[in-house]
């Protein structure tokens, strides 16, 4: 185990923010890149800020402005993102180079960005705590019949790049 994770407390979305907890269970979700898809409402700033407003009883487009997400949420949610990056839940580095990784290689976290591309997603490191991040997103009913139309959005397209080049997936 490397000393990082060794080195930290156990966290439950109780321990996080209402963003973070956004945020991470929206990760948690799977979808594909909105690059990828070819459709920019699949950006994990916009799913992110449409769950965030009816978590907290807002119109979907609260913290949009047209088809882009409100500046100061993108600041806020970035500022969550590093913070979960910190904490270890989640990883906005680079992942290790594909090669044998040495025991001084498992010591270090990767260097995280100066910001954040909402195209590129980070990597999950503590899978329990996103995946009941997850869940609590599914049990809000004002959140759901959203974040299920996005999620069939992005299983659309997983499909079809499947059918493409399964090769991809093996």
């Known amino acids: 185990m490397n000393a990082h994770r060794a080195s930290r407390s156990v966290l439950h979305a109780a321990d996080l923010s209402l963003l973070e907890r956004t945020y991470l269970g929206v990760l948690d979700l799977g979808m594909v890149t909105a690059r990828v898809a070819g459709d920019p409402s699949l950006r994990l700033d916009r799913v992110t ?11 979907a487009a609260t913290l949009l402005d047209g088809d882009h997400v409100q500046e100061q949420f993108t600041g806020e949610l970035i500022a969550a993102i590093f913070t979960l990056d910190d904490t270890g839940a989640i990883s906005t580095g680079p992942p290790p180079p594909d ?3 040495s025991p001084e290689d498992l ?11 909402f195209d590129h997603h980070p990597r999950i490191l503590d899978r329990y705590l996103a995946h009941e991040c997850m869940e609590e997103l599914f049990r809000d009913a004002r959140v759901y019949p959203f974040l299920m139309g ?21």
């Open 150 to 170: 996005k999620y069939q959005d992005s299983g659309e397209v997983w499909a079809r790049l499947y059918k493409e080049r399964p090769e991809r997936f093996l």
């Open 49 to 59: 800020a449409v769950c965030m407003a009816l978590r907290q009883g807002h119109d």
């Open 99 to 101: 090669s044998v990784i």
């Open 107 to 117: 010591q270090t976290r990767p260097v995280r960005p100066a910001t954040i591309d």
